[in-house]
C-alpha cells in the first residue's frame, strides 16, 4: 500500500478538524482507540447492553465538566461523531443521557441538584414517544393531574397505546430516572405537554406504581428499550420542570410540546454527526482494503490491487466525496446553530432537521457501498461495517424520523425558499461558481413545481393538496442539501492550505457533478445546461476520478479514524 504525502494529509486534517474544535476530536478519537472499546467478540445481546452502560462510565470519566458537556451541542456532537461508529448502544444511552435528559433539566430547570447525573450514580432516560403516538407525539396521552391537596401531581397511563416507547428504561445500568412528557391537567383543564422528572428505578428495583417491559432484541445497535407505563405514581411539586402554569398557559398546544422537547434540536446534530462518524470508518475501511487486497489484472498472470480496478475505484471515490460533503455540512449546521441568534433560530433548527436526514441517510449509503466493495471480509462485526451499519438505523427514526422531519421542511421552503444571489461566474464547467449556479438551478426547478401545486385550489382538501405537492418539495430538500452540502465543500476548500486546496476543489467538482448530471434533463429544460455541455458530463466526472484516484488514501487518512482492518 503506498503511502500518502503527509503534509496533503496534514493540511486536510486541518480544515476537517479546525483548530478551535481539535481537542474534542483528539479527546474522543483518544478514548475509543483504548482497550475498553476494543471489539468485544462473543457477546449475547445482554452482555452488549451491560458494556454499553459500562462504557457510559468510561465516557464520564473522561468528562471534566460534564454539566459543560450537556450543555454544549458541538461537544456533544463530537462524542456521537466518534462513538458511534465503535458502539452504537453506547452512543445511544449516551445521547439519551447527556442531551436529552441533562441538557433538557439544565435547559428548563437550570438550578436542579444533578450531582448523581452527574456522577453517574444514576442514568438519565428520556420518555416522550408512546405506543400509540410516534411522529405525533404532540398529542400523547400521558396524564400528570395536579394534586391541589399536595402540590404534586399524579402520574398516569390511561391506556395501553399511551405507554412509553422505546426509552432504555430495564435494568441494565442500575437506578434510573427518566423525563417523562405528560399533559398536565389542572382542575380539569389541558396545559399541554410538560416534563416531569420521575425515578423510575433504584438499584433494588423498580418504583412503585411503575411497570416496564422489556422489547424485543432490535437490529440496531443493543439497548434495552422497553415499554413504560405509570399507574397513579404520586410525584412532588418539584417534578414538573418549569413553571407551573398561572392562569391559562402561554402557548398550550404545538408550541408548549415543542418547548419541552427542545433538545431534540441538539439531538438531530448528534444524529448527524453519527452519520458522519460512520461514513468516516466505512470509507476508511474500504479504502485501505481497496489498496491492500490484489485480484486478477487484464493481463495474464498478473495482478493489480483492487483499486486500479476503475469500477472499484469510482464507487470508492463517489463515497470518499459524500463522506467529505456530509462532514461538512455537518460542521457547517453545527456552527449555525450554536451561533443561531434568536431571530434566526427557527431557520438555523430548519438547517439541522435537513442535515441529520441528509448525513444519516448518506452515511448509510456510504456504508452499504463501502461493506459491498469489501466483500466476505465487509460483513464480519470486528473490523468491519455490522456494528456501524446498525448503529445508523436508530439515527434515521429517532430525534425526529428523516422523511417527517424533511416533509416538514418541504413545506417551509415551497413556499418560502429564495435562492441565492447569483455569482459572475463564466458558464465554466471547470468554474465552481457555474456548478453552484447549476445547483442553485435545480432547486428552482423542483420550488417551482411544488409551489405551483401547493397554491392549486382545486384540490378537494388540504391532506390532497399537500400530496400533490410533497414529492416535488421533498425533491427541493433533496437539492438544497446537496447545494448546501457543495457550498460547505468549497468554503472547506478555500480554507484549506495549498497542499490540499486544489485537492478539495476536485472532490467538489466530482461531488456537484455527480448532482448535475443526475438533473441534466430538469437543466436542460430549465436552459441553464446546453445539450454539449450536457453529453461531456459523463466525460468530466470520469476525469475528475482519475485526477482524485492517486490522493484517494491521502484523502481518506486524513479523517484520523483508528480502524482495526478486515480480517484476514
Ligand atoms: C434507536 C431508537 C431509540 C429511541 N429512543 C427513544 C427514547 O429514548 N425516548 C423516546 O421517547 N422515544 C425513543 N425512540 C422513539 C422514536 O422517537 C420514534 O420511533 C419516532 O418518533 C417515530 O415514531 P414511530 O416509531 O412510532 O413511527 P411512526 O410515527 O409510526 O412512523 C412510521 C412510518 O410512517 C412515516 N410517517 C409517520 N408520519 C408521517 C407523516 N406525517 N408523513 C409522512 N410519513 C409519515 C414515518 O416516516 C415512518 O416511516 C427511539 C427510537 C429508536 C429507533
Redesign the pocket.
Known amino acids: 500500500m503506498s503511502t500518502p504525502d503527509p503534509l496533503v494529509v496534514g493540511a486536510l486534517s486541518d480544515v476537517l478538524y479546525p483548530p478551535a474544535s481539535r481537542h474534542l476530536h483528539v479527546h474522543w478519537r483518544k478514548l475509543v482507540g483504548t482497550a475498553a472499546f476494543a471489539h468485544p467478540e462473543g457477546l449475547s445481546h445482554q452482555e452488549r447492553v451491560h458494556r454499553s452502560y459500562r462504557l457510559l462510565h468510561e465516557v464520564n470519566e473522561s468528562l471534566a465538566d460534564v454539566e459543560g458537556f450537556a450543555a454544549d451541542a458541538e461537544q456533544l456532537a463530537a462524542m456521537h461523531e466518534w462513538t458511534a461508529p465503535v458502539d452504537g448502544g453506547l452512543t ?1 444511552v449516551a445521547g ?1 443521557h447527556y442531551n ?1 435528559f441533562l441538557g433538557s433539566v439544565l435547559d428548563l430547570a437550570p438550578d436542579r441538584d444533578l450531582t448523581e447525573f452527574i456522577d453517574l450514580r444514576r442514568t438519565g ?5 408512546e405506543l400509540a403516538h ?4 404532540a398529542r400523547l396521552e400521558t396524564t400528570a393531574t395536579h394534586d391541589p391537596a399536595t402540590g404534586g401531581f399524579v402520574l398516569h397511563t390511561p391506556h395501553r397505546g399511551a405507554a ?5 428504561t430495564g435494568p441494565e445500568g442500575g437506578a434510573k430516572s427518566g423525563l417523562v412528557a405528560a399533559r398536565l391537567l389542572v382542575d380539569g383543564e389541558d396545559h399541554g405537554v410538560h416534563l416531569f422528572l420521575v425515578p423510575l428505578r433504584d438499584d433494588q428495583g423498580l418504583r412503585p406504581g411503575v411497570s416496564v417491559e422489556a422489547l424485543p432484541e432490535t437490529l ?1 445497535s443493543p ?1 434495552d ?1 422497553c415499554v413504560t407505563g405509570f399507574d397513579q405514581v404520586r410525584l412532588p411539586a418539584s417534578a414538573l420542570l418549569g413553571a407551573f402554569p398561572s392562569g391559562r398557559s402561554a402557548g398550550t398546544g404545538r408550541q408548549r410540546f415543542l418547548r419541552a422537547i427542545g433538545r431534540v434540536t441538539p439531538g438531530k446534530l448528534c444524529m448527524s454527526a453519527c452519520g458522519v462518524g460512520v461514513a468516516k470508518t466505512a470509507v476508511t475501511i474500504a479504502m485501505r482494503h481497496a489498496h491492500s487486497r490484489h485480484t486478477a489484472d487484464l493481463t495474464p498472470g498478473s495482478t493489480v490491487t483492487l483499486f486500479e480496478h476503475r469500477a472499484h475505484q469510482t464507487r470508492l471515490i463517489d463515497a470518499v466525496a459524500t463522506t467529505y460533503a456530509a462532514t461538512a455540512l455537518h460542521r457547517y449546521a453545527v456552527r449555525r446553530w450554536v451561533e443561531a441568534t434568536p431571530e434566526d433560530r427557527p431557520e438555523a433548527e430548519r438547517l439541522v432537521a435537513i442535515t441529520k436526514g441528509w448525513t444519516t441517510w448518506r452515511g448509510r449509503a456510504v456504508a452499504i457501498e463501502c461493506r459491498e466493495r469489501c466483500g466476505a471480509r465487509g460483513v464480519f462485526r470486528a473490523g468491519g461495517f455490522g456494528d456501524p451499519m446498525a448503529n445508523l438505523e ?1 439515527t434515521i ?3 425526529g ?1 428523516n ?2 422531519i424533511w ?1 416538514k421542511a418541504a413545506g417551509e421552503l415551497a413556499l418560502g425558499w429564495r435562492p441565492p444571489a447569483d455569482s459572475p461566474a463564466p458558464q465554466d464547467m471547470a468554474d465552481p461558481g457555474h456548478l453552484r449556479r447549476l445547483l442553485v438551478g435545480i432547486e428552482r426547478s423542483w420550488q417551482r413545481r411544488a409551489a405551483r401545486r401547493l397554491r392549486d385550489r382545486a384540490a378537494p382538501s388540504p391532506l390532497s393538496r399537500w400530496n400533490n405537492a410533497v414529492n416535488p418539495a421533498l425533491e427541493l430538500v433533496d437539492a438544497h442539501a446537496h447545494r448546501l452540502a457543495a457550498d460547505a465543500l468549497l468554503a472547506m476548500a478555500d480554507e484549506a492550505s495549498r497542499p490540499a486546496r486544489a485537492l478539495l476543489r476536485d472532490v467538489h467538482r466530482l461531488f456537484a457533478l455527480r448532482r448535475i448530471a443526475a438533473h441534466d434533463g430538469l437543466l436542460l429544460t430549465a436552459g441553464l445546461l446546453t445539450a454539449e455541455q450536457a453529453d461531456t458530463l459523463p466525460d468530466l466526472i470520469d476525469d475528475t476520478i482519475a485526477d482524485l484516484a492517486p490522493h484517494a488514501l491521502a484523502l481518506v487518512e486524513a479523517f484520523g479514524v483508528p480502524v482495526a482492518g478486515l480480517p484476514h
Not at 164 to 168: A, D, E, H, V
Open positions: 445511544t439519551i436529552l432516560t428520556f420518555l416522550c414517544t410516534g411522529n405525533n407525539a412509553k416507547f422505546m426509552p432504555n440496531t439497548v428499550h436508530g427514526t429517532a430525534e424520523d422523511l417527517v416533509a
